[in-house]
């Protein structure tokens, strides 16, 4: 899987961006160059986005979004599979940041979030793309940030974190009915909760323990440990029974071909997706499906 925050910031030729604040969090002008109709991508840092132009789909655990002009998204970090569409180029204005990013901004302005009683509400199954209300105020930040691309000093970065914060504020602006509100609260405040969600969504991708102690903005040793905690054992058994647990899920519920869900379990090919199920079934995937329903 490519991490889109690597493929940018090495590609600083050909995305326009800026990287503000002390955590490598990035702003970009992004247009997308990926060639193929289905892509595998990830990324250790969420993701504010505003679609300028163009269509592109998102699949994520049980979930399908179909991106359009002018819409507002979160993009939780982890892993996701891009569908393309080649009708017309493909343009987002893209904030990438940390999780630490939300805590440190709402404990700045904790008066920003409605107090929340954690045992009221539940996130756990909230999809890793959400499509959020925008207003004109967000789309003003998004395209007066493009300014400080033009001149990326060291001022351009001061003021661009500002104007992430001032994004943040006017996405927060209506307290009585902002789900996103709520579940920034969530994954602020419900650590245990808001990390398993993060394990379970991202368990079926083809990820080694580092890339998901990345995504989780630990070391690898303080991962390790935490994961055992919070889960009672270690990442590599975890992932091993999950992610043969959603492809035997795949096979049962879906009608997905054998390609299809080797692709989005993130084996190389239809073969090597086989030879690992026969290895641990002693059946490949097609005969246990025909197995399944007769």
Request: charge should be positive; proline fraction near 3%; charged fraction near 20%.
């Amino acid at each position: 899987m490519i991490n889109i925050y690597d493929f940018i910031c090495s590609n600083s030729s050909f995305f326009n961006q800026l990287k503000f604040g002390g955590k490598g969090d990035v702003f970009i002008d992004y247009l997308c160059p990926i060639q193929e109709e289905k892509a595998r991508v990830w990324s250790h840092k969420n993701c504010l986005m505003y679609v300028v132009q163009g269509i592109k789909g998102y699949d994520s655990v049980n979930h399908y979004h179909q991106s359009r002009e002018h819409q507002l998204l979160f993009i939780r970090k982890g892993g996701v599979i891009l569908h393309q569409y080649f009708q017309e180029p493909y343009r987002a204005l893209i904030f990438m940041f940390e999780d630490a990013v939300i805590k440190e901004f709402i404990s700045e302005y904790p008066t920003l979030l409605k107090p929340t009683d954690l045992k009221d509400i539940d996130f756990s199954n909230q999809p890793t793309i959400t499509a959020l209300n925008s207003n004109p105020f967000v789309k003003s930040v998004f395209i007066s940030s493009l300014d400080y691309l033009k001149k990326p000093t060291a001022e351009s970065a001061i003021s661009l974190e500002i104007k992430f914060k001032e994004l943040f504020v006017n996405i927060l602006r209506d307290k009585n009915s902002n789900t996103f509100a709520r579940y920034l609260s969530w994954l602020c405040n419900a650590s245990d909760a808001s990390f398993i969600k993060l394990m379970r969504e991202n368990s079926h991708y083809n990820f080694t323990t580092k890339e998901l102690a990345r995504i989780a903005c630990m070391s690898l040793s303080t991962f390790k440990r935490e994961f055992v905690k919070v889960l009672g054992v270690t990442p590599g058994i975890w992932l091993h029974d999950q992610r043969m647990a959603r492809a035997i899920s795949l096979l049962c519920n879906t009608d997905k071909t054998i390609s299809e869900i080797a692709f989005e379990l993130g084996y190389n090919d239809a073969a090597a997706f086989s030879k690992s199920f026969k290895s641990i079934t002693n059946i490949n995937p097609t005969d246990y499906r025909e197995n399944r329903f007769n």
